[in-house]
T-cell receptor, first 108, second 116 residues
Framework: GEDVEQSLFLSVREGDSSVINCTYTDSSSTYLYWYKQEPGAGLQLLTYIFSNMDMKQDQRLTVLLNKKDKHLSLRIADTQTGDSAIYFCSGGNTPLVFGKGTRLSVIA | DGGITQSPKYLFRKEGQNVTLSCEQNLNHDAMYWYRQDPGQGLRLIYYSQIVNDFQKGDIAEGYSVSREKKESFPLTVTSAQKNPTAFYLC???????????????FGEGSRLTVL
């Protein structure tokens, strides 16, 4: 089955860019997803990328996919304090497998 | 407003008692899921259901049970056989069974269970 690995913590200054990295094992994943979890709440889908794409941009969010290395990243431009949350990457076929999540702390 | 409602938000129980967590959705989604979240562990799948009256075990189903008698409802029972039930439980649903919709999960706000 799918296995997803992420670093657990990231700290950035307000206004800087954040880059959250993820590696996965299942090369048959058709879509790969990024979810955001704010404190004490459920997860919310941020964006996704189709496996035959290298990059997807959505306002401040840029997703990069390196299929050869099975590496996915999420870049948040101009990071704000409201971006402080846990970010999960996920993939695999139904049902989704989630990484352990990266806790992003934004310092004002 | 459409969405997923989990209740209760907080629940305290004594060791050895069974507990049922409610999950209701009005999104008309076919698939529903239960995940458990522990600090530093991420989300782990307990059970999922892709159609009424059918469900499958996830990675950590031992000590849990579910039912899917109605499309809108997918309750989770934490039984006394679950060795370490204190956790944050998340219910989710998805629109489709394949393609990008299968991975677009809509989550409830979660239920935090504490066993004393």
């Amino acid at each position: 089955g799918e296995d997803v690995e992420q670093s657990l913590f990231l700290s950035v200054r307000e206004g800087d860019s954040s880059v959250i990295n993820c590696t996965y094992t299942d090369s048959s994943s058709t879509y790969l997803y990024w979810y955001k979890q704010e404190p004490g709440a459920g997860l919310q889908l941020l964006t996704y990328i189709f496996s035959n794409m290298d990059m997807k941009q959505d306002q401040r969010l840029t997703v990069l996919l390196n299929k050869k290395d099975k590496h996915l990243s999420l870049r948040i431009a101009d990071t704000q304090t409201g971006d402080s949350a846990i970010y999960f990457c996920s993939g695999g076929n139904t049902p989704l497998v989630f990484g352990k999540g990266t806790r992003l702390s934004v310092i004002a | 407003d459409g969405g997923i409602t989990q209740s209760p938000k907080y629940l305290f129980r004594k060791e050895g008692q069974n507990v049922t967590l409610s999950c209701e959705q009005n999104l008309n989604h076919d698939a529903m899921y239960w995940y458990r979240q522990d600090p530093g562990q991420g989300l782990r799948l307990i059970y999922y259901s892709q159609i009424v009256n059918d469900f499958q075990k996830g990675d950590i189903a031992e000590g849990y049970s579910v039912s899917r008698e109605k499309k809108e409802s997918f309750p989770l029972t934490v039984t006394s056989a679950q060795k370490n039930p204190t956790a944050f439980y998340l219910c989710a649903s998805s629109r489709g069974l394949a393609g990008v919709m299968a991975g677009e999960l809509f989550f409830g706000e979660g239920s935090r269970l504490t066993v004393l």
